[in-house]
């Protein structure tokens, strides 16, 4: 029985042989489309191996162990991420052998299982390497400290109760901490300098501390430390630990397991560091200042196949680039050791200090007056920077708990699609449309690292971009989708950008279905649900609905300043906050420059303005999703995904043809409120030439911050591997504003007409907002 070309020679096979055979045709024309991998229709000794790949959760070990006993390999190359493997075999009758028995064999991976496809090709590619070298400033030491040393230290720690005042013991959403010597305060992202704790570092730390001063790894002793214990699928977002509150250098000892760290540059560079365990990690200068490090919430890393020579960073410098496998997470705890700033951060780098007026984390109290309307480029991006994208970020948890059932009309649109089509979801937002339509190659993107956390929690594969300067190819895209996105752009030349953009990514006759938020929200005699209707809805109704706008609440419990719980007018909330009490958000204030502050459920009376959101505690809100999902259909009842209801962010049919050789130039930056720019960053298959080691695109832009479930197989015939967790949640009570630029009606079509080589096949209304079909010529 030979596979070529498509076709398979007339022979009498049983209906689970036929069946076997259209599945590894489909995996031969996969591999084909998207990676451009020939298979062969005559035997040869090199087998590529469909769903056999560390993307799979495969690793290496058990690749071998099955493919062994059809005879002596040669060579098992498994690169990162991709949904297959390369194996040779000594001879070619032993891969014929595997070829006829190992088809549709059911590997067993920890809990899940993935089905082997296999193919005959006529050679292995081999893959250009280039080296990469630690972020500036970074060492690392292995075995630093002694077995016996490792088990004082972590007796040394008492986990035993659930809150301690002495250590501040915090149990966070994905870890949980202990600090010494001084609280980091993770509502401030600072620490209190004249509160210290009345217990200071563990005695059985200054043994391994004095052996640093020795070395010359640090020149004082440290007055803080922050144990943090990982338990398997657990990591800790990338950030930079805030300027003002500690000194250079910062040490962090592993123990326990080993896991990998992300080092990411704002010029999107990522370097991935291997952190064995009784290893110090040494960060001082450009590494600590400026890089954003954090872990990806996950079960398993891609590490060396064999244990490489310091320093252990995962990069091409350990080998051939094919020699990784998977490394099973266990318990890590690691002891972060800092000194307290007594004065102001003088750094070489204020873009990322806050002592020199960088970006801090978003505030949540209104500002004393609404801001003005942008009248350049600058102030464009400074209010988006400000009322856009901080405000996603801060609310990133309790707006995806809001935001679960996806709208009829745009999955009919994505129904619409061919099988194998690409998609990009520009602004995804939770994701809520990316595994709408499993048979889609489907890639998303946002601003929000919060939001593409949540994205890649739910086993999608997404990426943090700007939406006007995606960094994928020109021409990549079968369709693209806008939903709710463009209306945050503050002036018509940057919504016209982001309409250009996406008509750039389209191949021609590639379409694109583009929803904003439209100012009559009463069309053709009929309410949108938007709208308060006060016959149905008394006050004091509850929260967010589903039919509602993308970019809307309902008013919702809020504290006031007495401490006294009730709905509160979102509008005038706003006012008396900000001392505007008396002023009605109305026109007046759009022609005197400055933005309107909208009431939630009610009629827009200007075009651009501020809309409240807000933010409720974020306990609950993640089986409140996943509640929500499992009404939409996404979840069994017992809380496992169903098959087919997620594209998986190790999708195979996703490669670089679709992705840019080059990186995102400045032109894909955006300006913060200091006139820095802030580079997109991109996601790990686009860093395959700089990193061989990230398993998923949790990508975020450094910021100073807090310190240091299986997807099903979505794509047919393939099979995919867990993903990482979400990131921590923001708790509170508070009221956040998020800029809009509400469209009135032909608004949207008179600027999709601006750009060139495309044409409006459809435009309509529908539950408030204005929708457009686009098609490239």
């Given at each position: 029985?030979?596979?070529?070309?498509g076709n398979?020679?007339?022979?009498?096979?049983s209906k689970?042989?036929?069946?076997?055979?259209?599945?590894?045709?489909k995996?031969?024309?996969?591999v084909?489309?998207h990676d451009?991998?020939?298979?062969?229709?005559?035997?040869?000794?090199?087998l590529?191996?469909a769903?056999?790949?560390l993307g799979?959760?495969?690793s290496?070990?058990?690749?071998?162990?099955a493919?062994?006993?059809m005879g002596?390999?040669e060579?098992?190359?498994m690169?990162?991420?991709k949904?297959?493997?390369f194996?040779?075999y000594?001879?070619?009758q032993?891969?014929?052998k595997?070829?006829?028995?190992?088809?549709?064999?059911v590997?067993r991976?920890?809990?899940?299982?993935?089905?082997?496809?296999?193919?005959?090709?006529d050679?292995?590619?081999?893959?250009?390497?280039?080296?990469?070298?630690?972020?500036?400033?970074?060492a690392l030491?292995e075995?630093?400290?002694?077995?016996?040393?490792?088990?004082a230290?972590?007796?040394?720690?008492?986990w035993?109760s659930?809150?301690?005042d002495?250590?501040?013991q915090?149990a966070?959403?994905?870890?949980?901490?202990k600090h010494?010597?001084?609280?980091?305060?993770y509502?401030?992202?600072?620490?209190?300098?004249d509160?210290?704790?009345?217990?200071?570092?563990?005695?059985?730390?200054?043994?391994?501390?004095?052996?640093?001063?020795?070395?010359g790894h640090?020149?004082?002793m440290?007055?803080?430390?922050?144990?943090?214990q990982?338990?398997?699928?657990q990591g800790i977002?990338?950030?930079v630990d805030?300027?003002s509150a500690?000194e250079?250098?910062?040490l962090?000892?592993?123990?326990g397991s080993k896991t990998?760290?992300e080092?990411?540059?704002?010029?999107?560079r990522?370097?991935?560091v291997?952190?064995?365990?009784?290893s110090?990690l040494?960060?001082?200068g450009?590494s600590?200042?400026?890089?954003?490090?954090?872990i990806t919430?996950?079960?398993?890393?891609m590490?060396?196949?064999?244990d490489?020579?310091?320093p252990?960073?995962?990069?091409?410098?350990?080998?051939?680039?094919g020699?990784?496998?998977?490394?099973?997470r266990?318990t890590?705890t690691?002891?972060?050791?800092?000194?307290i700033?007594?004065?102001p951060?003088?750094?070489?780098?204020p873009?990322?200090?806050?002592s020199?007026g960088?970006?801090?984390a978003p505030a949540p109290?209104?500002?004393?007056?609404?801001?003005?309307?942008?009248?350049?480029?600058?102030?464009a991006a400074r209010?988006?920077e400000?009322y856009?994208?901080r405000v996603y970020?801060?609310?990133a948890?309790h707006?995806?708990?809001t935001?679960?059932?996806?709208?009829?009309?745009?999955?009919h649109f994505?129904?619409?699609?061919e099988?194998?089509?690409?998609?990009?979801?520009?602004g995804?937002?939770?994701?809520k449309y990316?595994?709408?339509?499993p048979?889609?190659v489907?890639?998303g993107?946002?601003?929000?690292?919060?939001?593409v956390?949540?994205?890649?929690?739910?086993?999608?594969q997404?990426?943090?971009?700007?939406?006007?300067s995606?960094p994928?190819?020109?021409?990549?895209?079968?369709a693209?989708?806008?939903?709710?996105?463009?209306?945050?752009?503050?002036?018509?030349?940057?919504?016209l950008a982001?309409?250009?953009?996406?008509v750039?990514?389209?191949?021609?006759?590639?379409?694109?279905?583009i929803?904003?938020?439209?100012?009559?929200?009463?069309y053709?005699?009929?309410?949108?649900?938007?709208?308060?209707?006060p016959s149905?809805?008394?006050?004091?109704?509850?929260?967010p609905?589903?039919?509602?706008?993308?970019g809307?609440?309902?008013?919702?419990?809020?504290?006031?300043?007495h401490?006294?719980s009730g709905?509160t007018?979102?509008g005038?909330?706003?006012?008396?906050v900000?001392?505007?009490?008396?002023?009605r958000?109305?026109?007046?204030q759009?022609?005197?420059?400055?933005?309107?502050v909208h009431?939630?459920?009610?009629?827009f009376?200007?075009?651009?303005l501020?809309v409240?959101?807000?933010l409720?505690?974020?306990?609950g809100?993640?089986e409140?999703?996943?509640k929500?999902?499992?009404?939409a259909?996404?979840?069994d009842?017992?809380?496992?995904?169903?098959?087919?209801?997620?594209?998986s962010?190790?999708?195979p049919?996703?490669?670089?043809?679709?992705?840019?050789s080059?990186?995102?130039?400045s032109?894909?930056?955006?300006?913060s409120?200091?006139s820095?720019q802030?580079g997109?960053?991109?996601?790990?298959?686009?860093l395959?030439?700089v990193?061989?080691?990230?398993a998923s695109?949790?990508?975020s832009?450094?910021s100073?911050?807090k310190d240091?479930?299986?997807?099903?197989?979505?794509?047919p015939?393939?099979e995919?591997?867990?993903?990482?967790?979400?990131p921590?949640?923001v708790?509170?009570?508070?009221?956040?504003?998020r800029?809009?630029h509400v469209?009135?009606?032909?608004e949207?079509e008179?600027?999709?007409c601006q750009?060139?080589?495309v044409?409006?096949q459809?435009s309509?209304?529908?539950?408030?907002?204005w929708c457009?079909i686009?098609?490239?010529?």
């Open positions: 029985m030979e596979l070529g070309d398979v020679n007339s022979v009498k096979m689970e042989q036929r069946k076997l055979i259209r599945k590894q045709i995996a031969c024309n996969i084909l489309k451009g991998i020939s298979t062969a229709s005559h035997a040869t000794k090199h590529v191996v769903n056999g790949g799979n959760g495969v290496r070990e058990q690749l071998r162990e493919m062994k006993e002596e390999l060579t098992v190359i690169s990162p991420h949904p297959y493997a194996v040779t000594r001879s070619e032993s891969a014929q595997a070829h006829g028995l190992l088809n549709g064999h590997l991976c920890g809990d899940n299982s993935v089905t082997l496809y296999l193919s005959f090709v050679s292995v590619p081999c893959e250009a390497e280039e080296r990469v070298s630690l972020p500036e400033g970074l030491v075995d630093f400290v002694s077995l016996e040393e490792e088990a230290l972590l007796a040394a720690v008492d035993s659930t809150s301690d002495v250590t501040a915090k966070l959403k994905h870890r949980r901490v010494y010597g001084y609280e980091f305060r509502d401030t992202n600072n620490v209190d300098k509160k210290p704790l009345s217990v200071g570092l563990p005695d059985e730390c200054v043994p391994m501390l004095k052996h640093c001063l020795k070395d640090i020149g004082t440290p007055d803080q430390l922050t144990v943090n990982y338990q398997p699928g977002p990338p950030h805030t300027h500690f250079d250098t910062i962090s000892l592993s123990l990998v760290m080092f990411r540059h704002p010029d999107g990522v370097v991935a291997l952190l064995p365990g009784r110090l040494v960060m001082k450009e600590r200042y400026l890089w954003s490090h954090g919430p996950r079960k398993f890393d590490v060396p196949a064999c490489p020579q310091p252990a960073a995962i990069t091409p410098d350990l080998g051939h680039l020699n990784l496998t998977l490394s099973k266990a890590r690691s002891f972060t050791f800092r000194r700033r007594r004065s951060c003088q750094c070489a780098f873009s990322t200090c806050d020199q960088a970006l801090s109290s209104p500002p004393p007056s609404p801001p003005s309307l942008p009248r350049s480029h600058g102030d209010l988006e400000e856009v994208h970020d801060a609310i948890p707006f995806s708990s935001r679960h059932s996806p709208w009829p009309r745009v999955c994505l129904s619409s699609l099988p194998g089509d690409v998609l990009a979801d520009v995804c937002g939770n994701g990316l595994g709408v339509n048979e889609l489907v890639l993107c946002d601003r929000s690292s919060a939001l956390h949540i994205c890649t929690e739910r086993g999608f997404a990426f943090v971009s700007d939406a006007l995606v994928m190819r020109t021409a990549s895209c079968d693209c989708i806008s939903i709710a996105v463009i209306h945050h752009f503050s002036t018509q030349e940057r919504r982001a309409v250009r953009e996406l750039r990514l389209l191949k021609p006759g590639g379409r694109a279905l929803y904003v938020w439209a100012l009559e929200q009463e053709n005699k009929q309410r949108s649900k938007y709208l308060k209707d149905k809805e008394p006050s004091g109704s509850p929260g609905t589903e039919n509602q706008s993308e809307s609440t309902l008013p919702q419990k809020t504290v006031n300043s401490g006294d709905v007018d979102d005038k909330h706003y006012r008396e900000s001392g505007l009490a008396g002023q958000p109305d026109e007046d759009v022609h005197s420059g400055k933005l309107s009431t939630n459920r009610t009629a009376n200007s075009q651009d501020l409240p959101w807000h409720k505690d974020g306990k809100k993640a409140k999703g996943r929500g999902e499992r009404e259909g996404n979840f009842k017992m809380g496992k995904r169903k098959a087919g209801s997620a594209v962010k190790d999708n049919l996703i490669d670089e043809q679709i992705l840019p080059s990186g995102p130039t032109d894909c930056k955006t300006e409120t200091d820095k802030l997109s960053t991109r996601p790990d298959f686009m395959a030439q990193t061989t080691s990230k695109l949790d990508s832009l450094p100073s911050t240091t479930d299986d997807a099903s197989n979505s794509c015939g393939f995919v591997a867990p993903s990482p967790a979400p921590e949640s708790a509170a009570a508070a009221v956040f504003h800029y809009y469209f009135q009606q032909g949207i008179k600027v999709c750009v060139a080589g044409k409006v459809t309509y209304h529908d539950q408030g907002n457009v686009l098609v490239k010529d």
